[in-house]
């Protein structure tokens, strides 16, 4: 019985990210969905920069912390360790959710194109970003990084063994180390109109993300891959591709 609510909450777990993932791709392009990264009722712009800022605040912190292999170690004594990940995806997505819904626009326009061509070049730039972020989740493992991996595991009472990460080199991972987050980077930037509101959201993403691998993600890949990861760093860039041998 445990094992099937610890397999249910997985799968809810698995389908409100699906949805906070799909959400994303319509509140950054201001497509389809209700609420977009462009559309609310407007506040005065200080008061929209601090409510966003607690916003991706809030997504960092958790993002940062509960990703830790300290973290990890700890929180497993709490929760069953087949569901961290679930959890952590959760988490994740309900912080989504609370920004998609909380955000507040701030429309002043920067930069505008209304030649179709360039619109249309765009667009697809911004929709082949969602694309590698999402083709890149399989190349390094799409079921274990979102939970269900671990899920099924339990549910199936496969013994756990210990099974030493395997560092994934294949694809998008031979042109850059960090795909996901290139791909991120790529949608967020890639707009006809990018509004203040906008920007400052893709400016403060991509800090986030460049600090976020730099300092903490590949702190620890070298620490569980050792000479394999550094061997790595030498070869595949970090997120510019075509630049040459890596370097850290
Ligand atoms: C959200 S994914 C992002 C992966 C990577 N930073 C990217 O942008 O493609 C984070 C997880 O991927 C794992 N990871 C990062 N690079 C990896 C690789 N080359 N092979 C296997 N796992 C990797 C990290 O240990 C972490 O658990």
């Known amino acids: 019985m445990k094992k099937l609510i610890v397999f249910l909450y997985g799968i809810i777990a698995y389908v409100v990210f699906l949805v906070a993932f799909l959400y994303a791709i319509g509140f950054v392009g201001n497509f389809i969905v209700p609420k977009t990264i462009d559309s609310g009722v407007g506040i005065s712009v200080t008061q929209a920069l601090l409510f966003d800022s607690l916003l991706l605040g809030l997504f960092a912190i958790q993002h940062s912390v509960m990703a830790r ?84 595991e339990n549910l199936l009472s496969r013994q756990k063994q210990v099974q030493h990460p395997v560092l994934k080199m294949i694809f998008f991972y031979q042109i ?10 790529i949608a967020f930037w890639a707009t006809p109109v990018m509004t203040m509101g906008h920007l400052i959201f893709a400016i403060t993403t991509t800090l986030y993300i460049l600090i976020a691998i730099k300092f903490l993600e590949e702190k620890d890949l070298r620490k569980i891959h050792g000479q394999e990861y550094e061997e790595y760093q030498k070869k595949v860039p970090m997120i510019v591709p075509f630049t040459g041998k890596g370097t850290r």
Not at 138 to 143: D, L, P, Q, S, T
């Open 69 to 152: 292999p300290a973290f990890k170690k700890w929180w497993t004594n709490i929760i069953p360790s087949a569901i961290e990940r679930s959890t952590y995806v959760l988490l994740s997505s309900l912080i989504l959710v609370l920004l998609y819904w909380q955000w507040q626009p701030i429309t002043s326009v920067v930069w505008k194109t209304e030649n179709k061509t360039a619109v249309t070049i765009l667009n697809a730039v911004y929709f082949f970003g969602w694309l590698i972020v999402f083709l890149s989740t399989f190349m390094i493992n799409h079921f274990e990084l979102f939970g269900l991996k671990q899920i099924f």
């Open 176 to 185: 850059v180390r960090h795909p996901i987050m290139l791909g991120f980077i």
